[in-house]
């Protein structure tokens, strides 16, 4: 069984920088494709960024703020989240692709106040 825990949300001032992390376990295959999403207070989930082994896609929204990566070898997947904005207040969820099935976390709040 494949479970992810996502750690390293919280409250944070605007301007400032948060990096989330995500961990798969229960798998012997490692994921080419992984992603963070997140849902606004009263919005649909949508798409944060995406990294395959030769990819990364990030929402205009946060292109330049934001950094996605993995770690080599293991179902491990980050987001540095820098100048942080009210706007990107959100529960963020991490998504891991193992074998064309996608895999979800539990989500972390991520609190920015202005």
């Known amino acids: 069984q494949v479970q992810l825990v996502e750690s390293g949300g919280g409250l944070v001032q605007g301007g400032k920088s948060l990096r989330l992390s995500c961990a798969a376990s229960?798998?012997?295959?490692?994921?080419?494709?992984m992603g963070w999403y997140r849902q606004p207070p009263g919005k649909q989930r949508e798409l944060v960024a995406a990294?395959?082994?030769?990819?990364?896609n990030y929402a205009d929204s946060v292109k330049g703020r934001f950094t996605i990566s993995r770690d080599n070898g293991k179902n491990t997947v980050y987001l540095q989240m820098n100048n942080l904005k009210s706007e990107d207040t959100a529960v963020y969820y991490c998504?891991?692709?193992?074998?064309?099935?996608?895999?979800w976390g539990q989500g972390t709040q991520v609190t920015v106040s202005s």
């Open positions: 990294i395959t082994t030769s990819t990364t």
């Open positions: 998504r891991i692709t193992i074998l064309v099935k996608d895999y």
């Open positions: 229960g798998s012997i295959f490692i994921s080419n494709d």
